[in-house]
C-alpha cells in the first residue's frame, strides 16, 4: 500500500501567519507614516498662524493706540468749536490732520484662509480650535467694514469740506509727518483760523461715530487673536 502523504499543517500555518504578520505590518508602518505626516503638517500650519496671528496683534496694539489718540482729538476739536460760539478759532494742525486720517488694519489670514479656501481645516484635530479660526474671518469683517465706511467718508466727503474751507494744506501736511516722520512741508503753517460752522461740527461729529466704531471694534479682535495664540500654543504644547 503506498504511503500516505503527511501534509506539514504546522509549516503552512507559520508561513501564513508570518505572510499576514508582513501585511498588518506594512499597513501599521504606513498608516503610521500618514498619521505622522499629518501631524507634521497641522504643527506647519498651527506654527504658521501662530506667527500670522503674533504679528497681527502687535500692529493691531499700535494702531489702537493711534486711532484713539485721533478719537480723542476729534472730541477736542469739537469742543474748541463749540466753545468759539460764531467767531472764528485758531485750530493746531494736529487736529485737521485727525479730521481727516483714516487707517486700515489689514489684517493677515493667509494661512488659514488657504486652510479654508482648500477646505484644509480639517487637517486641525482640535474641534474646538477649527471651530474658533472659522470664526475670525466673520470677527475681522466687522472691524473692516468699519474701516471701509470711515476712509470713505474722510476721503470723499471731509477731504472736499477742507478743501472747499481753504485748509486742506495744513491738513495733509500734518498727515504726512504722521506717516512720513522725516516728511518736511516748507512754508506750512503749524495752525489756522477755522470758522466754528455747524456743518464742521457735523462732519465731526461723523467721524467721531467712525472712531468710535473702531474704538469698538479693535478690542474684540486683539481679545480674538489673543485667545487663539493662547489655543493654538496649548494644542501645540500636547503635540509634544
Known sequence: MAKTRQ???????????????SILLAFWIDAWWESRNELDLEREQLLSMREEF???????????????????NIEEFIRI??????????????????????RTSDISTSTLDALMASGSLNVLR??????????LPAVV????E????????????????????????????????????????????????????PELIGLLAARRVH?????DGFPKVLSYLSELIIDINKELERQR
Open 211 to 215: 472712531f468710535g466704531y473702531a474704538e
Open 81 to 102: 468749536l463749540k466753545a468759539a460760539g460764531d467767531e472764528p478759532v485758531v485750530v493746531p494742525d494736529y487736529l485737521l490732520r485727525s479730521a481727516i486720517m483714516w
Open 141 to 144: 469683517r466687522d472691524l473692516t
Open 7 to 21: 501534509i506539514p499543517w504546522m509549516n503552512i500555518v507559520a508561513e501564513s501567519g508570518a505572510i499576514i504578520a
Open 146 to 197: 468699519d474701516e471701509e465706511l470711515s476712509k470713505n467718508f474722510a476721503e470723499s466727503v471731509m477731504a472736499e469740506f477742507v478743501v472747499r474751507e481753504g485748509f486742506a494744506e495744513i491738513a495733509y501736511a500734518n498727515r504726512m509727518l504722521e506717516l512720513k516722520p522725516n516728511f518736511q512741508a516748507l512754508g506750512v503753517a503749524s495752525e489756522i483760523a477755522v470758522d466754528p460752522s
Open 54 to 72: 503674533t504679528a497681527n496683534l502687535e500692529a493691531l496694539e499700535l494702531l489702537n493706540e493711534t486711532i484713539n489718540e485721533h478719537s480723542s
Open 126 to 135: 482640535n474641534a474646538e480650535l477649527r471651530i474658533k479660526l472659522a470664526g
